[in-house]
């Protein structure tokens, strides 16, 4: 019986690590060849976390994947402005409040050069200075799963249906140096 449960925790433990593809904790001087901009150049690695300024940068070891986790985190406070991920077409954006150093909205956005219209945000949620956040892309629909308090489990889930299919491949963005990103772990999703 004891066996019966060992190899049951060992098959399931083998399963969830083989789930993501790629990954990036960010632990080194520079971003290297890993991450493409498509657009703005001023991303970098800073106390081995990610700062993205103003850029939008493709991590190419995930271009086939459709899900990518990555814990955000609000450093000073700055009006209006975000950190994200995206999944080919889909963006999710986690925007600060007024004055404040606290995430107060999740955007569901096209990505940049997708060619998508549409989007939509959200703030019927408690604030939040760092989460992890996945988004999963399956077909038209983005999912996030934002875990606001790091215990395992999923605080706030949302959906939005960009109705176009969304395609794969993973990357970071922001707008401001006010936010770092660290651990990124991507796979294939549900």
Not at 153 to 159: E, P, S
Request: hydrophobic content about 40%.
């Amino acid at each position: 019986m004891k066996l019966d449960k060992l190899f049951a925790c060992a098959v399931i433990s083998v399963a969830a690590t083989s789930a993501h593809a790629a990954s990036d904790n960010f632990n080194r001087a520079a971003l290297g060849p890993n991450w493409v901009p498509l657009f703005g150049t001023n991303a970098r690695i800073l106390n081995n976390q990610f700062v993205a300024g103003l850029a939008y940068m493709n991590f190419t070891p995930a271009a086939a994947d459709n899900q990518g986790t990555v814990t955000i985190t609000s450093t000073r406070k700055d009006v209006g402005h975000y950190a994200g991920l995206y999944v080919g077409k889909a963006s999710v954006k986690l925007r600060t409040g007024i004055n404040t150093q606290t995430f107060e909205t999740v955007c569901f956005e096209p990505t940049i050069l997708s060619g998508l219209g549409g989007g939509h945000c959200f703030s019927s949620f408690a604030p939040f200075k760092q989460a992890r956040v996945t988004l999963t892309t399956t077909g038209t629909v983005a999912r996030v799963d934002i875990d606001s308090n790091q215990d395992g489990a999923t605080d706030y889930q949302f959906f939005y249906d960009f109705g176009a299919p969304l395609g794969a491949g993973v990357g970071l963005m922001g707008n401001n140096e006010g936010f770092t990103q660290d651990n990124l772990q991507t796979g294939p999703g549900f």
